[in-house]
């Protein structure tokens, strides 16, 4: 039945003979706050990171209404002194950044989410409380503490001197390791809270089924176990790839003045630099960005017709 | 359905032995022995809790006996994981894989065991064929119909070609109506096949149905095997008798020529072993007379009388006895008559 059969057909509420269409048109009322939150904080500030983009930057860092394609010049690499692949990298190493992220979350995830399932109830909601607490804390505290923990007298940074990785003195941050280490466990918990919903709702009769129609252990994994668990890893996957992108707190705590990523950049634009304009076109590259990687899941998530 | 039919298998069997499966502190089987010749639609029939989905399962691979061996052709099968047994299971919830059309269903088992593409495509069109399933090859479970379903799940297990095939209450899901007819499907199914079915039912009507040999169970333990129509006939204790079909049970003691029942004396085919103990009696083999029988007659009154069209069912006083009958002539409650519970039709029960 087409929707609008479904919306037109008779029903009655509380006595009263009329259709769900009538009903939801009455009930648009409610829906007023969400819209001027909408409109107040998600569309007016969009279109207007949008004029501003395409204005320029006034001697004193004020915004000067000139329309100009200047800023999305810079973003491709084209300044002062000619073309630089600088804000290109920066941009790709933001998108390997959050991608690695993401998987390397997602392969931690995955044993963390079945041993949790695992657990008998009365202790299994424990253990998830423990993946979750770190995330009640502030996270530029953590990143702080990850600074402390990654310093040349600890134990960790003494151990890879001690192994020839690193050189005598020297701290494991500021460097791209850190920077993976503070964001994986930033995100850790976004993927394993999803993912483990998924896990303990497996339908554990197409894990029998499997190992009845001769399946390897590999083949029961990705036919009966993994098909089940994909909504709870895409929203892991988008609750971890979007922010990760644009994370600048970590960066720029762990990983030193030469790994910038994005999110640094913008940041850089809106306070140090004062340059408005050209922060709101690297932003709006960045949401054109996510919102390309997030098309690719989604059109590859269709051909096993899960999401 | 245009399936070969195959010579049946002969001689060798499945065979249970011994099988103890516990589970902490329960005991789900207690010791269960059993053979299943080739070529047998076995049932294993029982109340939920009885143990027959464990017994199902061990010898599917899916659980592991505590104690005892599953032997299948000669071959010692409990060491095996399920991928490696030549069975396949037809289960409760059908477990299709939601992500798969019905082809590649099917074709799951086959492209497990690495079979040569053609020949993976002329098993799945041979499955589907089978199960008239040729209109829905490319659809996904969840547009199938539960009785499609059903019939998914078994061309899934048929293709593969398991010397056993495992049915796990295949038809619960199913409305009555169509209970029935696939009953008479997987009954001819199985004939064609030759092959070994062994189906888990809690259903008696089902069993008697579809089986050549059933195993009734009762808490872990086979209470009687035979066929159907050995258990239904000859039960061996008050629960057989009771869970396959209704039955009169009569208490009394044993007298040197027969039996003394509270209500007076009958002569038995056989001398009981027990001093005291029961007799039991189908409700459709008691005999109502105008006059008096030449044996074991009783004087009766009709307590309630149900028209059930088919048949009608009264209750007898004073002996307190139901009896099935013919709907015609329509007995009416108060009626005064002769009963007759024929000498073959008297069970002797062991207890």
């Not at chain 1, 909601?125 to 702080?144: D, E, G, K």
């Not at chain 2, 399933?133 to 119909?145: D, N, W």
């Not at chain 2, 044996?295 to 048949?311: I, M, S």
Request: glycine share 8%; proline share 7%.
């Amino acid at each position: 039945m087409p929707w609008w059969c479904w919306m037109n057909r008779r029903i009655v509420w509380f006595g009263e003979l009329t259709t769900p269409a009538q009903l939801y048109r009455r009930g648009l009322w409610f829906l007023l706050p969400a819209a001027i939150w909408i409109l107040g904080l998600l569309v007016i500030p969009g279109l207007s990171l949008v004029a501003l983009s395409f204005a320029e930057r006034g001697q004193y860092g004020e915004v000067v209404w000139n329309f100009s394609l200047e800023n999305y010049r810079r973003l491709l690499g084209y300044g002062i002194f000619g073309w630089s692949p600088d804000t290109i990298l920066i941009l790709l190493r933001s998108l390997w950044v959050a991608f690695v992220t993401t998987l390397i979350c997602i392969v931690l995830a995955y044993p963390l989410a079945f041993f949790i399932a695992s657990r008998p109830p009365r202790t299994r909601y424990l253990w998830l409380a423990l993946v979750i607490i770190p995330f009640w804390t502030n996270l530029v505290i953590r990143t702080y503490a990850w600074q402390m923990l990654l310093a040349p007298d600890f134990p960790f940074a003494k151990l890879a001197q001690a192994l020839g990785l690193l050189a005598p003195d020297s701290g494991l941050y500021p460097s791209p390791l850190a920077v993976y280490i503070g964001m994986i466990t930033a995100f850790l918990p976004f993927v394993v809270m999803p993912l483990f919903s998924s896990v303990e709702r497996l339908d554990w009769s197409l894990v029998e089924a499997a190992q009845d129609l001769y399946a390897s252990r590999i083949r029961t994994f990705f036919q009966a176990i993994w098909p089940q668990t994909l909504p709870g890893l895409t929203v892991g996957i988008i609750l971890t790839f979007i922010p990760a992108m644009g994370m600048f707190v970590i960066p720029d705590l762990l990983g030193g003045a030469k790994y910038l990523l994005v999110g640094n950049l913008i940041q850089q634009q809106f306070y140090a630099s004062r340059d408005w304009p050209y922060g709101a076109a690297v932003s709006l590259g960045l949401m054109v960005m996510t919102l390309i990687g997030l098309a690719i899941y989604r059109r590859r998530g269709k051909d096993v017709d899960l999401v | 359905m245009t399936v070969a039919t195959r010579p049946p298998a002969t001689g060798e069997s499945l065979s249970i032995q011994n099988v103890v499966k516990k589970f902490g502190d329960f005991t789900a089987l207690g010791g269960v022995s059993l053979e299943v010749p080739a070529g047998q639609f076995f049932t294993l029939l029982g109340p939920s809790g009885c143990g027959k989905t464990t017994l199902l399962r061990i010898i599917a691979g899916l659980e592991v006996p505590t104690e005892g061996r599953v032997v299948l052709m000669g071959q010692d099968l409990t060491p095996l994981p399920a991928n490696r047994r030549p069975v396949n299971t037809v289960f409760q919830s059908y477990a299709l894989f939601p992500h798969l059309t019905v082809r590649e269903n099917i074709a799951f088992g086959l492209k497990s065991r690495r079979m040569d593409r053609l020949e993976v495509e002329r098993r799945v069109r041979y499955g589907l064929e089978m199960l008239q399933l040729e209109r829905f090859a490319e659809r996904l479970p969840h547009q199938l119909s539960g009785g499609q379903r059903q019939r998914v799940a078994l061309a899934r297990a048929l293709v593969n070609e398991p010397q056993v095939l495992l049915l796990d209450e295949p038809m619960s899901a199913l409305d009555a109506k169509l209970r029935a007819e696939v009953q008479v499907q997987l009954r001819r199914l199985q004939q064609q096949l030759g092959l070994t079915f062994i189906l888990v039912t809690h259903d008696q009507d089902e069993a008697m149905a579809v089986s050549d040999r059933i195993a009734l169970m009762r808490m872990g333990h086979l209470e009687q095997v035979g066929t159907p129509d050995e258990v239904y006939e000859r039960p061996r204790t008050r629960y057989a008798a009771e869970f396959l079909g209704a039955a009169n049970l009569i208490q009394g003691k044993r007298l040197p020529m027969g039996f003394e029942a509270p209500f007076g004396k009958l002569a038995l085919g056989q001398t009981p072993p027990w001093d005291e103990g029961y007799v039991a009696i189908r409700p459709e083999r008691v005999r109502l007379s105008e006059v008096e029988p030449r044996q074991n007659g009783l004087r009766v009154r009709v307590r309630e009388a149900v028209y059930r069209g088919a048949y009608q069912e009264a209750w007898l006083e004073p002996c307190d006895i139901r009896v099935r009958t013919a709907p015609h002539p329509t007995l009416q409650a108060g009626q005064e008559l002769w009963a007759e519970l024929p000498v073959d039709a008297l069970v002797v029960l062991d207890e």
